[in-house]
C-alpha cells in the first residue's frame, strides 16, 4: 500500500494563495492517480481535483477551476496543489487520496488511500 502525508495548510486571508503538497511512499508512485479532496464538518467530503499517473489528465471541481492547478512530480514522489484567490468558503481540511491504475477521476469511493489532512483557513 501507499502512505500519504499533506502538509502547507494555514491561515490565509481571502484572495491570497497557498500550495499544499502531498508526500507519497510506499509504493511505485507512478502506478497511482491522485486526488484532493476537502472536507469540513458541515459537508460530505468533496472531491477538489484530480490528476492521472503521468500528469497528462486533470479533472477540477467546478466550484475550483481556474483558481486551484494540480500537478505531480514522480521523480518526487509528491503531488501538489496550488490554490490561488481563495474563498472563506475554500476553508477546510484538505486531504490527499491515491487510486491504483486510477484516472483520477471525482468518485472518492475509487480512492482506497488516504493522508490525514492538512488544514486551510480562509479569513475574509
Known amino acids: 500500500q501507499v502512505q500519504l502525508v499533506e502538509s502547507g495548510g494555514g491561515l490565509v486571508q481571502a484572495g491570497g494563495s497557498l500550495t499544499l503538497s502531498c508526500a507519497a511512499s510506499g509504493r511505485t508512485f507512478s502506478n497511482y492517480a491522485m486526488g484532493w479532496f476537502r472536507q469540513t464538518p458541515e459537508k460530505e467530503r468533496e472531491f477538489v481535483v484530480g490528476i492521472n499517473w503521468s500528469g497528462g489528465r486533470t479533472t477540477y471541481a467546478d466550484s475550483v477551476k481556474g483558481r486551484f492547478t494540480i500537478s505531480r512530480d514522480n521523480t518526487k514522489n509528491t503531488v501538489y496543489l496550488r490554490m490561488n484567490s481563495l474563498k472563506p468558503e475554500d476553508t477546510a481540511v484538505y486531504l490527499c487520496?491515491?487510486?491504483?491504475?486510477?484516472?483520477?477521476?471525482?468518485?472518492?469511493?475509487?480512492?482506497?488511500?488516504w493522508g490525514q489532512g492538512t488544514r486551510v483557513t480562509v479569513s475574509s
Open positions: 487520496a491515491a487510486d491504483l491504475y486510477g484516472s483520477g477521476g471525482n468518485n472518492r469511493y475509487e480512492y482506497a488511500y
